[in-house]
């Protein structure tokens, strides 16, 4: 069964940094691959699609890179900003599937 | 935009009570999915359905039941509530990507 993980599970950094979120999974047999924010009490919003032929997505100040052969997506985000405080998670789609398999979830909280 | 409305955004009932979540979208998505996200454990996939009539059990789908009478609504069913369904329940539409609705926090009294 596809496991996908997240580290770090908690990150707080000063606002400008740009930073790293990991996410790795355990089957590199993948169709897709998608970041999603998620504010509290919220439902998840759609940040990033990769597909598996792809190696990046790029939307505003993220970036992210998938490296299927070794099972790793990173989700870098530029300057960040107080507002990008949230949790991010990680999700693939197998390639016999529909729906996605979640990581736990990194909860980034930029201070200002 | 896509827009996927969950019907409620708290819900309280008791144990033993039928409960119906509901689920609509206006993007004429074939797949249709339901989740349960608990602290610790993550979003989990209870059923989903690729066509009207359609559905599939996903990883936790004991004591749920769905209907998909229409395509553009999915609903979720607790038989008979317990206190270990109180949870967030997120709805989904779509595949590349999947859009959420922004759940229903549901307690089981």
Same mark, same amino acid.
């Given at each position: 069964k596809q496991e996908v993980t997240q580290i770090p599970a908690a990150l707080s950094v000063p606002e400008g940094e740009n930073l790293v979120l990991n996410c790795?999974?355990?089957?590199?047999?993948?169709?897709?691959?998608?970041?999603f924010r998620q504010d509290p009490g919220k439902g998840l919003t759609s940040l990033l699609l990769i597909q598996s032929s792809q190696r990046e997505q790029t939307s505003g100040r993220l970036n992210a890179s998938l490296d299927k052969s070794s099972g790793r997506s990173t989700l870098y985000i530029a300057a960040s900003q107080p507002g990008d405080s949230a949790t991010y998670l990680c999700a693939v789609v197998g390639l016999t599937g529909y729906a996605l398999n979640f990581g736990k979830g990194t909860s980034l909280l930029v201070t200002p | 935009d896509v827009k996927v409305t969950q019907s409620s955004r708290y819900l309280v009932k008791?144990?033993? =009570?039928?409960?119906?979540? =509901?689920?609509?979208?206006?993007?004429d998505h074939e797949n249709m999915f339901w989740y349960r996200q608990d602290p610790g454990l993550g979003l989990r996939l209870i059923y989903f359905s690729y066509d009207v009539k359609m559905k599939e059990k996903g990883d936790i789908p004991e004591g749920y039941s769905v209907s998909r009478e229409k395509k553009e609504r999915f609903s979720l069913i607790l038989e008979s509530a317990s206190t270990n369904q109180t949870?967030?329940?997120?709805?989904?539409?779509?595949?590349?990507?999947?859009?959420?609705?922004d759940g229903t926090r549901l307690s089981i009294l």
């Open positions: 790795s999974f355990t089957d590199s047999a993948i169709y897709n691959l998608q970041w | 008791r144990t033993g =009570e039928k409960v119906f979540l =509901e689920c609509v979208q206006d993007m949870s967030m329940y997120l709805c989904a539409t779509g595949y590349q990507p999947q859009h959420f609705g």
